[in-house]
């Protein structure tokens, strides 16, 4: 059974583990063509979609991942292969670095590099899949490899079905590294039918996800998985399918084969302990990972910024976010509606790109703003989309977008969005925003 490295119909690749993660979306955006970047510069919200899963929701190594992805992952290459380098879908070819200082590896990329380093063997990790999970028949790849993750068909009548398990160690920290990959995620971004987290005994956090492979369904792909975080600071990762492989494959049963009880005690087994401790240490920092880059305002001022802002009558539903992006979702009376802001500073460098065409207008003070409206490009039966993105001359931007839907690839739950496009306006242009910035 081949790994399967994603599907060119998925807007992101999945992201891996804490710095791998990061290396795989930095490889995968230094691929576009520099004729292509326009389409990735406009996409703000897009952006901070996947930062909100880099931080918040990379317990899924991509499971869990932006609005573009769905519990199913990436796993390509060494996020779920058993050694050698990870593969990454770029489109066109990556600038080269052209300085020494530029040719420096950097943390991220030594974080990389020493997990890819793994020496454990492949039987060990299948063994110890085997010992913890009901008795039925199995195929594994690569037994004679080594690495950190092992992918196998298990088969106990029902049908085949694709299970992996990675191992991986956290690095530590509140951000991609800690205690948001084991949270359970907003259904605003990803769709899932139940997912549920605890905390163990000995300090261990679990969290349980029963989702889907592909986030629009277009196939009956399921992908379940739990992921535990042990007190120590190591990640264990099961996925299981209702295929026999996560991409490509026909349905072969209703659901995966393995209950949550059951995907819960196979990540906690003891058999895990020694086989992790073969990891090789990540490289130190200072850093905190889960910060955000200079300038930008963090997740809860940006949610407090943002409810300063909005018009009255409105009930806040859900909301999240993390540095440099928010979301809320908004309820007048007449249906849910999903709201939407980047906060970026320093982007004077792409305002050809953003504001080089459609309905744009400059204001005395020098600010661009730029209003779109139409069919929202992920959404649901009949969602539609309003956005106005604005920047100042010295290149802060604010992008905000409201649709008539609770969520993305969620259907319509009212004509039109909640806020209109003057009331998107206001809190665009509000000075409240470089303020909070300049914090």
């Known amino acids: 059974m081949p790994l399967n490295e994603g599907s060119q119909h998925d807007d992101a690749p999945h992201e891996g583990f804490e710095e791998e993660l990061g290396a795989v979306l930095r490889s995968t955006g230094e691929g576009f063509s520099t004729e292509g970047r326009s389409e990735l510069v406009a ?104 690495g950190q993750s092992a992918l196998g068909v298990y088969d106990d009548g029902g049908g085949k079905a694709a299970v992996s398990v990675g191992l991986y160690r956290a690095g530590g920290g509140a951000g991609e590294a800690g205690a948001g990959q084991v949270e359970c995620p907003s259904k605003v971004h990803v769709d899932f039918d139940k997912c549920t987290t605890d905390r163990l005994p000995g300090g261990d956090r679990l969290m349980v996800i029963q989702g ?24 264990v990762d099961a996925s299981e399918w209702n295929a026999p492989a996560q991409k490509g494959a026909a349905v072969s049963r209703e659901n995966p084969p393995f209950t949550a009880a059951q995907m819960k005690a196979l990540v906690t087994a003891d058999d895990w302990r020694p086989v992790l401790d073969q990891l090789p240490e990540l490289p130190k920092t200072d850093v905190d990972t889960g910060s955000g880059m200079p300038g930008e305002a963090s997740g ?24 440099g992006y928010g979301f809320l979702v908004v309820d007048d009376g007449k249906g849910k509606s999903l709201f939407e802001i980047n906060v970026q500073p320093n982007m004077g460098g792409a305002a050809g790109d953003l504001f080089g065409s459609g309905e744009v207008t400059t204001l005395p003070d020098g600010r661009k703003v730029k209003v779109t409206q ?66």
């Open 43 to 146: 996409g703000g919200l897009t952006r901070g979609r996947r930062r909100l899963v880099r931080r918040r929701l990379a317990v899924t190594g991509g499971a869990l991942a932006l609005a573009a992805v769905g519990i199913g992952g990436v796993y390509g290459g060494s996020l779920l292969g058993t050694g050698g380098p990870s593969k990454a879908a770029g489109v066109g070819a990556a600038p080269k670095p052209t300085t020494a200082e530029a040719t420096e590896p950097s943390l991220a990329d030594k974080r990389r590099q020493a997990m890819e380093q793994a020496q454990i063997p492949v039987k060990d990790i299948a063994a110890a899949i085997q010992a913890n999970t009901p008795a039925g028949q199995w195929q594994f790849e690569n037994l004679d490899g080594k």
């Open 212 to 235: 889907y492979e592909y986030p629009d369904r277009r196939e009956d792909t399921k992908n379940w998985r739990a992921v535990l975080l042990t007190k120590d600071g190591f990640l």
């Open 300 to 323: 809860p001022e940006i949610q407090s910024t943002v409810r300063s802002l909005l018009p009255k009558g409105l009930r806040v539903t859900d909301k999240g976010g993390d540095y």
């Open 374 to 439: 139409g069919t929202a490009e992920k959404g649901g039966s009949g969602v539609v989309s309003w956005g106005v993105d604005t920047m100042t001359p010295e290149g802060f931007r604010v992008v905000v977008s409201s649709m008539n839907a609770g969520g993305h690839r969620q259907d319509a739950t009212r004509p039109e969005p909640a806020l209109t496009v003057e009331q998107l306006k206001t809190i665009a242009l509000s000075p409240k925003w470089q303020k909070t910035s300049a914090k």
